[in-house]
């Protein structure tokens, strides 16, 4: 009787160990570009994924404290108007910044691609600022801060095709965040959105 269940428990072992093999195969070729359809407000939405991250060093405050910033593209379909947005998920590892404290300084941003420039103004603050009913992005952390901005293809694509990508803010706060690391899955990520592009 042992024997048998010993015998079972093993080979259930073994199936759970190959289709968790055979899911993380499968996930590893997923696309870098998505798309959804809004269930409320109709509206098709393409995005890049995974989304770019910026950071500031904020260890002057406390010890490994810092600012971050997720950034990825968005595509706006409705009805055949395409409209491009870029999304920032702004959050900090300091917990006694309320959401309303970390959106100051963001009514407006810089992008630096390769030193160029790229002045983007908010479009807003919930996803209703680019048509759609719920979010398109999970936030990195429960804390973080949506924004939206209007972007035009050529600044997204200046954006991807860039060596050196850098965030600023503008306005009282002139805080820069660097990119967090290479970059290189959201870089493709942005390509291979751009390529899908209907312009």
Not at 10 to 19: D, F, M, P, V
Not at 40 to 52: E, G, K, L, Q
Not at 107 to 117: K, L, N
Not at 154 to 167: C, G, H, K, S, T
Request: a negative charge; proline letters at 5%.
């Amino acid at each position: 009787m042992n024997f048998q269940i010993t015998h079972w428990v093993r080979l259930l072992g073994a199936c759970t160990l190959l289709a968790t093999l055979a899911i993380g195969g499968c996930s590893s070729s997923t696309s870098l570009e998505r798309s959804k359809l809004d269930p409320v407000t109709s509206v098709t939405i393409r995005y890049s994924d995974p989304p770019m991250v910026f950071y500031r060093d904020m260890s002057g405050r406390a010890a490994f404290a810092r600012d971050f910033v997720h950034t990825a593209a968005l595509e706006v379909n409705r009805s055949g108007s395409y409209r491009y947005y870029v999304w920032l998920g702004i959050w900090t590892t300091m917990n006694d910044r309320m959401s309303d404290q970390a959106r100051e300084g963001f009514e407006s941003v810089v992008i630096f691609a390769d030193g160029e420039p790229l002045p983007l103004e908010i479009a807003g603050w919930t996803p209703a600022a680019i048509g759609a009913s719920e979010p398109v992005f999970l936030k990195p952390v429960a804390t973080a801060t949506d924004a939206y901005y209007v972007v035009t293809e050529d600044q997204l694509r200046l954006i991807a095709e860039a060596q050196d990508v850098r965030l600023q803010l503008t306005g009282p706060r002139d805080d820069t965040y660097e990119p967090w690391d290479n970059q290189r899955a959201a870089r493709n990520g942005l390509r291979q959105f751009l390529k899908a592009s209907v312009f």
